[in-house]
């Protein structure tokens, strides 16, 4: 293959049309490792660059896992809803509870159904 240089590029002479042949341009000649930019170039080499194909090995998953999706996927009512996450979390209901409370246009309302939800499943869980 016989090369053929120019003033700023670099091209090779082969049996195909100009056209379809690879221009490679110096950056600078003087350094060590001069920089090389190809206008055509195949997809394998520009993965092995690693410029636009990196990719980051983790030992482990980055997500938690949810632990109420399971309940999620079916309607679960206030309370039952508050039991479970007593029994497997025993996490605080307050902010929960505060939560709804100030998202109600009526508290005293939304207390006296929830105290009626509350009692109606006490006395079927005696």
Known sequence: MTMSYALSSLSFNSPLPLSSSPKIELG???SRRPCISATAQDSSNARSSGRSYRQVWRRRKLTKKDKYLEYKLQRVPFLEEQVIKLKEGGGALAA???RLMKSEENRYEFVNEIAAEA????ENNR
């Open 96 to 98: 929960d509870i505060d």
């Open 119 to 122: 009692t109606a499943y006490v």
């Open 28 to 30: 600078s000649v003087i």
